[in-house]
């Protein structure tokens, strides 16, 4: 008889937030982080591991920044602190930044951690856009973690196709077998991604429709949804269907949208799981949730978080780390080749 064997069941939580510039302070983080006594992984247990990514964070001179963690980043350990949790990494890019932190005895299973950076739009324009990532080797397997605030308005759709690729192209990092964003076994990619509706329906006729809970006619409208389609970007990439109203663009401190803009699900959660690359060895991320949080109204964007169950199993016996490491980043003699589809349509 066969019986799977679990080398890694781990539930992640994704959280991405576009600030508007705002601070922390006031803010009180607990029911948006699963630790007011609900979570969506299984039990009721907290994450194991939280990647929180935040666009148009204030920016500081960057004198400080070299001693002093963004007050973000602050104010997420100060809300985790008293759980066990460990910051494992940041990183920052303007006002894109990209934190992860894990529950203590996670961290020996954690290796080959790197972040990255790209700044995408003409070179030589000073642009504010762009991704930051995290990725590591997380129990043997490679994931990489890639937060991006891509080209803002509706007519802009060309640009935040260039950005998708000047990301995927740009990022390199130095692990064995795992140069590439989609080298990687398991890929988290969220952010503000900024896509619109498709269409000329108005900002009022938008609303009308979400007031009515439309959102599956709506999202047939949805740049992003109909871009993975096509094969232009984001096609290696699933996403679950939002089953919440857009969150963009509020009226500061209220649950009202400002109709100078058209609703927009512009704050997405994607993933991708290579679920069958190694012999006797599946891997999977079963979404557990995907919601956004009203509750929070700093900014004009919505809160939108999403929860995974990280899993690694094996058919009928088990690995250490360093066995499977071996496995999924090969030896340097043979360089591990998983079978990467190329992005169509480029
Ligand atoms: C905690 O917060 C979540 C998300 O806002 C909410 O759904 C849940 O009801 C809250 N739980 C408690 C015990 O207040
Ligand atoms: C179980 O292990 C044996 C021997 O290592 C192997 O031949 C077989 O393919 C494995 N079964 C599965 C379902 O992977």
Redesign the pocket.
């Known amino acids: 008889m066969?019986t799977a064997t679990a080398i890694a069941d781990l539930c992640i939580f994704l959280l991405t937030w576009n600030v508007g510039t705002h601070s922390p302070r006031n803010q009180d983080l607990n029911s948006l982080l699963s630790l007011n006594g609900t979570t969506t992984c299984p039990d009721n247990q907290l994450p194991d591991i939280y990647v929180i990514g935040f666009q148009e964070v204030s920016t500081t001179p960057q004198v400080l920044k070299i001693f002093h963690d963004d007050p973000w980043v602050l104010k997420i350990a100060d809300s985790l602190h008293k759980q066990q949790f460990v910051k494992v990494d940041s990183k920052q890019l303007q006002g894109i930044l990209i934190t992860m932190f894990a529950q203590h005895k996670h961290i020996p299973h954690m290796k080959e951690i790197e972040t990255e950076a790209t700044r995408t739009g003409l070179g030589g324009l000073w642009g504010n856009k762009g991704a930051v990532s995290i990725r590591l080797s997380l129990y043997g397997t490679g994931v990489a973690f890639v937060c991006s605030h891509l080209a803002a308005h509706d007519e802009k759709l060309k640009e935040r196709i260039e950005d998708y690729h000047q990301i995927v192209d740009n990022h390199k990092y130095n692990a064995q077998g795992y140069r590439r964003i989609f080298d990687h076994d398991f890929v988290f990619w969220f952010g503000d991604l900024n896509f619109r509706l498709s269409g000329d329906m108005s900002a009022w006729d938008i609303r009308t429709d979400v007031d009515n809970q439309r959102y599956a006619e709506l999202l047939k409208l949805d740049q992003l949804n109909l871009l993975r389609e096509k094969g232009n970007a984001f096609s290696l990439l699933e996403e679950q269907l939002p089953n919440f109203a857009p969150t963009f663009k509020f009226e500061e401190g209220t649950n009202d949208y400002n109709l100078k803009r058209r609703p927009a699900w512009c704050d997405r959660i994607l993933h991708r799981v290579q679920s069958n690359i190694y012999?006797?060895i599946t891997l999977s991320a079963n979404q557990l949730s995907y919601q956004s949080h009203m509750d929070y109204s700093l900014s004009d964007h919505k809160p939108v978080s999403a929860t995974f169950n990280y899993k690694v199993e094996?058919?009928?016996?088990t690995y250490t780390d360093e066995e499977l490491h071996e496995m999924t980043h090969g030896s340097a003699s043979s360089p591990a080749t998983p079978n990467r589809e190329p992005e169509k349509g480029k």
């Open positions: 066969v012999p006797g094996t058919a009928n016996r």
